[in-house]
């Protein structure tokens, strides 16, 4: 069975920093894209960043404007990913969640095309 497990979420100030950690298991990842969406209250899930395999242990990187420069996704080993977030805003609030899917060469923002999800972690930013 697949588990996708986020950590590293919290309460910080606008400003400061926080890093996200995603750990998964159940199959192997290694041909997988992750990646990291949020959703904010009354809002839908949006996409935030992603990290895909495209060759031998090559990955690229892609991020959502609204975080880009801000944040950092790193594809710590194959089946786990990070999030480092700096210089956080009040609209970064949300339930941040961790999202693989098959792949890498295939560029998606889409939150349909991912298949497996984890529980969320919260972040909330305090202005």
């Known amino acids: 069975q697949v588990h996708l497990v986020e950590s590293g979420g919290g309460l910080v100030q606008a400003g400061d920093s926080l890093r996200l950690s995603c750990a998964a298991s159940g199959r192997t990842f290694a041909s997988f894209t992750m990646g990291w969406f949020r959703q904010a209250p009354e809002k839908e899930r949006e996409f935030v960043a992603q990290t895909r395999p495209v060759g031998g242990t090559t990955h690229y990187a892609d991020y959502a404007d609204s975080v880009k420069a801000r944040f950092i996704i790193a594809r710590v080993n194959a089946s786990a990913v990070s999030l480092q977030m700096n210089s956080l805003k009040p609209e970064d609030t949300a339930v941040y969640y961790c999202?693989?899917?098959?792949?890498?060469?295939?560029?998606?923002?889409?939150?349909?095309?991912?298949?497996?999800w984890g529980q969320g972690t919260q972040v909330t930013v305090s202005s």
């Open positions: 999202a693989a899917r098959v792949g890498g060469v295939i560029v998606s923002s889409d939150p349909r095309d991912y298949r497996y």
